[in-house]
């Protein structure tokens, strides 16, 4: 589903982000700046983990850090580019659990029948045209992302 979802982003000229950077963003977005303890904690991830994700969205000009309240803590801060992706980035959040849910209505089973069905559901309609499906959104320009069901833009 990753790949579906980065497909998507480079489809709407987010060169750089990756699907794990949305989640982050989000929540920054929506709790102000925060160390990266304190994200790690509100994520449910690791400090590692989001030290590694914090260094890759420095790197793709998403956030910038400054030391925090003693020597071992950075504190991160959006930057303008990832205020500008946040409505993007909110609707694909949105659309992927739709997605998700259609997918989970679509199966009633065992765990290796259910990633069995979902595997063969997935070639069926790949996730990817059910993101679009979901996804309620409008470029700057007025062009709309909704689809007529078979996962061709409309």
């Known amino acids: 589903m990753d790949e579906e979802i ?6 709407h000229g987010l060169a750089g982000v990756r ?16 160390t990266i303890r304190d994200l790690a904690r509100s994520l449910g991830r690791t400090h590692s983990a989001v030290s590694q994700t914090v260094t890759a969205l420095r790197g ?14 950075r504190v991160i801060h959006l930057t303008d580019r990832a205020r500008d992706l946040l409505p993007f980035l909110e609707a694909e959040w949105n659309a992927t659990e739709d997605a998700c849910a259609e997918l989970d209505a679509e199966l009633a089973s065992g765990l290796a029948e259910y990633v069995a069905a979902m595997r063969a559901r997935l070639t069926e309609r790949g996730f990817h045209a059910r993101l679009l499906d979901h996804l309620d959104w409008r470029s700057e320009a007025g062009e709309t992302s909704r689809t007529d069901g078979d996962g061709v833009g409309r």
């Open 19 to 34: 699907p794990r950077f949305a989640y982050p963003l989000i929540r920054l977005a929506h709790q102000g700046p925060m």
């Open 60 to 73: 793709e000009g998403l956030v910038t850090t400054e030391p925090g309240p003693d020597a071992r803590t």
């Open 6 to 11: 980065a497909r998507l982003y480079a489809e």
